[in-house]
């Protein structure tokens, strides 16, 4: 039997045993056609990390290194899905990147199968790899990790 949302802790893995809906935040650039396929299998899905910001190039690949060694079954910040518990929570990730682009658009997910993690982002953002791989939380600030396969629908929201 799945566990619930609300039973859900920071860094345990979960596997998909029966659909669960979680959200995603699509965020893209101006002039962009914002575009989700409706069923996506994330072991064919690459983030493009297009940035200047070479510390945070150098920081993914230190996470993704220490990923590998030691929680090498967790999915990697390279090729997941980033996905939010509730639509309360999504609406915090809405926020959070409108502040670097103008454009979102907030997707129900139904993970159909695969494996998923929560952890905090705020430990991200310090760059304590041990304590943010290891599920330690400061903050609600929690993101979800999915690898797998999903089933997505855009949602209406009154954002903006």
Request: proline share 2%; hydrophobic share 30%; net charge negative.
């Amino acid at each position: 039997m799945q566990t619930s949302k609300n039973e859900l802790k920071l860094g345990v893995l979960y596997k998909v045993e029966s659909p669960i809906v979680f959200y995603h935040v699509h965020h893209y650039k101006n002039g962009e056609e914002c575009y989700m396929q409706e069923q996506i299998n994330t072991r064919a899905y690459s983030r493009n990390h297009i940035t200047s910001d070479s510390h945070k190039l150098e920081q993914e690949k230190l996470f993704e290194s220490i990923r590998e060694v030691n929680f090498p079954l967790f999915p990697s910040r390279e090729n997941c899905l980033f996905l939010s518990k509730t639509k309360e929570d999504a609406k915090y990730w809405h926020n959070y990147f409108r502040k670097r682009c103008n454009y979102t658009k907030c997707y129900k997910v139904t993970l159909l199968s695969g494996k998923f993690v929560l952890l905090d982002l705020a430990l991200y953002d310090e760059g304590e790899f041990q304590k943010y791989w290891k599920g330690e939380q400061i903050s609600d600030d929690i993101e979800i990790l999915f690898e797998g396969e999903c089933r997505t629908e855009e949602i209406e929201t009154n954002w903006d």
